[in-house]
């Protein structure tokens, strides 16, 4: 099986890849070292679900599957990897971190959904 895939780094970014913000870099590169792994990426993955239709995953990796996207950020050199069928789905989304009183987390701002649930899970 042929592992092929695409690696673009933070100058080679465009509309047509992921973005993550330095913020988020900031913090996966922490969670990263956090686990005493360099050998990991962060999978940005979408798949059927949630009650608009599509939902994102995000974890941790260390596959590399053939047709997957690999993009790089900051001086840490973070990966991000997205699958094949996903990659459509996330060109020109911007992952970013947000930690205040009222939410922790990861975001997702994607151009590409046409509209998300109540929750905020799941987007069509």
Not at 42 to 67: H, I, K, W
């Amino acid at each position: 099986m042929s592992t092929e895939s695409t690696t673009k780094t933070d100058a080679a970014i465009s509309s047509s890849s992921i973005a993550l913000s330095d913020v988020a870099a900031e913090k996966v590169s922490a969670l990263l070292k956090q686990e005493g792994r360099d050998d990991l990426s962060l999978r940005v993955a979408v798949q059927p679900g949630g009650c608009s239709g599509l939902r994102y995953q995000l974890y941790f990796d260390d596959r590399n599957l053939e047709g997957d996207t690999v993009t790089e950020f900051g001086a840490a050199k973070v990966r991000v990897v997205t699958d094949k069928m996903s990659t459509p789905y996330l060109m020109g989304a911007t992952i970013d971190f947000t930690d205040t009183i009222e939410k922790q987390g990861f975001t997702i701002d994607n151009p590409n959904a046409g509209g998300s649930c109540a929750c905020g899970d799941s987007f069509n």
